[in-house]
């Protein structure tokens, strides 16, 4: 018979441990690169409850979240200028939208059901020539919700809406199945680099192979007369639409009224541009730029090979487009 653990003799079993032979959760690991359709209507869902003020993320989940996020909108309109972005955040068991991710302070508990409910509000029935996207950010471990979730789940499925989660705690049962419902994807933040790195893939330009359908688009006319929006109600300057005369205070946009997709010129060049990048310039060493003429490394395009240095390089990419000496 053998003998309880406690009558056996004294072993340290710490200096038996072995290294596991898979890799540890720690190393980087490389993402792929999902292809996102051209028009993309997007839903960005912050968690800004009480539990977003711990400082497992320093120098808290909130503080880190809210410089990323603007991080975030910024590459996305920069690399989707024909796509909407919308912010919400949930906090006291509420969900508001929000213009400016400043001064973001957390309390009470997030919701789930109400994040979701304040999307449906803001998309139309008729989803026919962009997607609906929603990223939640997640800081809680539960969801405070006033009704019936999987009721909710269900008008978010049946809109054809595309529900992804980034969690900076263990994965939520919750957020799991509301990912698997909707054909979304839920990830775990592990440090801060991470968190980069998932927010950087989200960002990613949109495919026009995806986009299958002619699209309304409408040209406006700006004006600066102070009278009230008729997507906001707020008095201001703004954009008239030219097939129904609406006033809009931001491009892009659809129309409230009559639902055409309004842009401006400088948007629809900048996503041509996008669609159609510059090649990589290859390194050539130190010379005169043919741009600026200022002495320095350059790199070499590779359809005229003209040298240029890093700053006429990130000025042709972002700016322009093309090459200055090709177009000559």
């Given amino acids: 018979m053998e003998e309880y653990s406690w009558l056996q003799e004294y072993k340290r079993t710490w200096e038996q441990l072995q290294e596991d032979i898979l890799p540890s959760p720690q190393k980087h690991v490389v993402r792929s690169h999902h292809v996102r359709p051209l028009l993309r209507n997007f839903f960005l869902v912050l968690d800004c ?3 977003a003020a711990k400082n497992d993320f320093k120098p808290s989940r909130m503080q880190l979240v809210g410089k990323v996020a603007q991080t975030f909108t910024a ?3 920069a690399n989707n200028p024909l796509s909407l972005i ?5 906090s006291d068991g509420l969900a508001r939208l929000v213009t400016s991710l400043q001064d973001l302070r957390p309390s009470g508990e997030f919701s789930l059901q109400n994040s979701l409910e304040l999307v449906l509000k803001q ?12 990223l939640i950010v997640q800081n809680s471990l539960w969801s405070c919700d006033p009704g019936d979730i999987w009721e909710t789940l269900g008008k978010v499925k049946e809109n054809c ?13 919750l957020m799991r199945k509301t990912a698997e419902m909707t054909g979304g994807s839920i990830e775990v933040a592990l440090h801060e680099e991470d968190l980069a790195e998932i927010w950087k893939i989200r960002a990613s330009a949109g495919d026009p192979a995806l986009c299958s359908a002619l699209v309304p688009l409408g040209f406006p006319t700006y004006t600066s007369e102070i009278s009230p929006c008729a997507c906001h109600f707020t008095l201001g300057p703004g954009y008239f639409c030219p097939i129904c005369k ?7 946009c ?3 009224i009559c639902g055409f997709f309004l842009i401006s010129n400088p948007h629809l060049v900048q996503a041509s541009l996008s669609l159609q990048p510059i090649q990589d310039f290859a390194a050539a060493g130190e010379g005169l730029c043919a741009g600026c003429e200022v002495p320095g490394v350059l790199r070499v395009c590779p359809t005229c ?3 240029f240095c890093s700053r006429c390089e990130d000025f042709i990419r972002s700016t322009l487009g093309h090459c200055v000496n090709c177009s000559v």
């Fill in 49 to 51: 409850s009480k539990s």
């Fill in 75 to 77: 590459q996305f309109k």
């Fill in 86 to 90: 919308t912010t919400i955040v949930a």
């Fill in 123 to 134: 998309v139309p029935t008729a989803q026919l020539h962009y997607s609906t996207e929603v």
């Fill in 161 to 173: 809406m595309q529900v992804s989660v980034i969690s900076l705690v263990p994965e939520v049962y």
């Fill in 246 to 252: 609406a006033k809009t205070c931001s491009l892009p």
């Fill in 254 to 256: 659809k129309c409230s």
């Fill in 305 to 307: 090979s003209a040298a």
